[in-house]
């Protein structure tokens, strides 16, 4: 239990935002499928928390960050490589598609990044 929990808890030592997601995405898809399903329904969890915030701040409340939304885009691409058939996969894509522009199709691959093993 705690290898899958550690799987998709970020590394605060890593001080760059997109350094630190990426990081996570690659660990939350190479450990393995229940990794994958764990990360992907956080994901799920996180983009509702994101709409919703985006709806507030139509009425006058804090927009959420852009950064956020394009770090859940990656990470549906991710999770899409690693188990595109899963169901919450699919109801990640559906969440996230109103709100962005997702590629499709073939073209689409996920390439793991490797963390110099001096930021882990």
Do not use: N, W
């Amino acid at each position: 239990m705690a290898a899958l929990v550690a799987a998709v808890t970020e590394q605060p030592s890593i001080r760059s935002y997109s350094a630190r997601k990426a990081a996570l995405r690659e660990r939350a898809i190479t450990s393995g499928e229940p990794a994958a399903i764990l990360f992907a329904a956080d994901k799920l969890a996180k983009v509702g928390e994101y709409r919703e915030q985006l709806a507030q701040s139509m009425r006058g409340g804090t927009p959420p960050r852009p950064r956020r939304l394009h770090h859940y885009t990656q990470s549906l691409l991710a999770l899409e490589a690693a188990i595109p058939d899963h169901p919450l996969v699919r109801t990640l894509r559906s969440q996230l598609a109103p709100l962005t522009s997702l590629p499709t199709g073939p073209e689409v691959v996920f390439v793991p990044m490797r963390v110099p093993a001096s930021v882990s």
